[in-house]
């Protein structure tokens, strides 16, 4: 359960910048005892820059949220949060190229001269691949995106006051994505311009070989024996929930769908797994297939949803990378 607003942000907030304040006074040990401590790959110094930089971070942008409050809702209010959202994660996907080694290669990119709104479906599996695919939408293709996350996501002070201030839709994983829910996706879908984007992760939840086998036991409960069966040919993703999918294709019958593949990260199941890929040796690889909305079908669309799953599922499994066997 996440606390209503009015509970968490006075304690989370005042935590957050108490936090920073501690780690900016101990930086300077932290990155002596990080030079010393690391060899070879230098894992232990580059935890500790992300250590340092994450807050110093999250802090500047809700400082400047604030100064954004007190400037009052004016007619450039969600332009500017989009802006700072943009700021915010150039700054995530620098510090991850530069300490982590990060870099990302795609196939088919997203056309972003095209002027019709699009709806984003992509795969979920890794750490910090949402980050990558928003970070992608607002300052590589110009788009403003509209995202389903976890309503958990709240319990990051940043995240919190920049995503509710824009139009976004905070969902529990019990619920996600049918019933009211799907219904709310609808209503974000509906107010789509020419250059949104409604960003849903179809799957609910990171990729995981337990959370796939749990998937498809509780479809076969559910008496959906046929999905089932497809989602038990399907390795490398789990089976989508179609209710909320549809419920924003409908919404928005002009918007193009974009399917999203990606691998690289998906084999960081535990901090152990990060620690030991730190630095990455191999690019985060993805594909973008873009339908324009004139063949999206008409009907059985949760058919078509799920061959496209399929067609994910056989692009992961031909452009995993090779297992790495890291240093000590």
């Known amino acids: 359960m996440v606390p209503p607003r009015i509970l968490r942000r006075p304690v989370l907030v005042p935590l957050l910048f108490a936090l920073t304040i501690v780690v900016v006074v101990v930086a300077p040990l ?25 807050p110093v971070m ?18 450039a209010y ?5 802006g700072l959202c943009a700021w915010f994660l150039r700054q995530v996907y620098a510090v991850g190229a530069r300490v ?16 019709r ?11 910090g691949d949402s980050f990558l695919i928003v970070h992608y939408l607002l300052n590589v293709y110009g788009r403003r995106p509209r995202i389903v996350m976890k309503a958990t996501l709240q319990l990051d002070p940043t995240l919190d006051v920049m995503f509710n201030r824009l139009p976004n839709a905070f969902i529990t994983g019990s619920a996600a994505p049918r019933g009211e829910v799907a219904g709310e996706i609808g209503r974000l879908a509906a107010g789509l311009d020419a250059r949104g984007a409604m960003l849903i992760f179809p799957e609910g939840g990171n990729f995981t070989p337990r959370r796939r086998i749990r998937a498809i036991r509780s479809l076969r409960r559910q008496g959906d024996h046929v999905e ?21 294709i409908e919404a928005a019958p002009a918007a193009d769908v974009i399917f999203v593949a990606h691998t690289g990260v998906d084999e ?27 063949e999206i079908p008409e009907a059985d669309r949760e058919r078509w949803l799920y061959d496209w799953w399929a067609t994910i599922d056989a692009w992961i499994a031909e452009n995993r990378p090779e297992p790495q066997q890291p240093e000590a």
Not at 78 to 82: C, S
Not at 100 to 115: F, R, S
């Open 228 to 248: 089932a069966r497809r989602a038990g040919r399907m390795k490398n993703v789990l089976p989508p929930h179609v209710a909320g999918t549809l419920a924003a």
């Open 58 to 75: 999250e802090c500047a942008a809700l400082l400047a949220s604030f100064a954004l409050w007190i400037r009052g809702r004016t007619a």
């Open 30 to 54: 932290l990155l002596l005892i990080g030079l010393v401590a690391s060899r070879g790959r230098h894992r232990f110094l580059r935890v500790v820059v992300i250590g340092v930089t994450w």
């Open 78 to 82: 969600e332009d500017r949060h989009y």
């Open 117 to 127: 709104p699009v709806i984003v479906l992509s795969r979920h599996a890794g750490p």
């Open 100 to 115: 982590l080694g990060l870099t990302v290669e795609i196939q088919e990119p997203l056309n972003a001269a095209a002027d």
């Open 268 to 294: 960081l199941l535990s901090a152990g797994d990060v620690w030991r890929a730190i630095p990455m040796t191999q690019p985060l690889r993805a594909r973008w297939w873009r339908v324009p909305y004139e």
